[in-house]
Nanobody
Framework: QVQLVESGGGLVQPGGSLRLSCAASGSISRITSMGWYRQAPGKQRELVAL???????SYADSVKGRFTISIEYAKKTVYLQMNSPKPEDTAVYYCNAYIVPSFESGRVYWGQGTQVTVSS
């Protein structure tokens, strides 16, 4: 059973920092990409950052220069370092990954979501 488990959400002050983690576990043949999406109340889920296992990275314009995505390949863990967060970054953050399980076809997996609240 493949799953993504997130951690690190919480309350952070504007201008502070917070790091989110997401670990993939289960019987995994390979991972193609991992990333983070977010959904604020009343809004659609949107891409925050995505990193391929080949190393290419993309960010939403709204977080460029403030957030950094990285992967620890051996641990199948993706991180989102959030520096200088703003109140508008408040949302539920979801981990996302394209995973090919052992003996199954690949598909997108989602984590359970972790709340990030940016407020003083």
């Amino acid at each position: 059973q493949v799953q993504l488990v997130e951690s690190g959400g919480g309350l952070v002050q504007p201008g502070g920092s917070l790091r989110l983690s997401c670990a993939a576990s289960g019987s995994i043949s390979r991972i193609t990409s991992m990333g983070w999406y977010r959904q604020a109340p009343g809004k659609q889920r949107e891409l925050v950052a995505l990193i391929s296992y080949g190393g290419s990275i993309s960010y939403a314009d709204s977080v460029k220069g403030r957030f950094t995505i990285s992967i620890e390949y051996a641990k199948k863990t993706v991180y989102l370092q959030m520096n200088s967060p703003k109140p508008e970054d408040t949302a539920v953050y979801y981990c996302n990954a394209y995973i090919v399980p052992s003996f199954e076809s690949g598909r997108v997996y989602w984590g359970q979501g972790t709340q990030v609240t940016v407020s003083s």
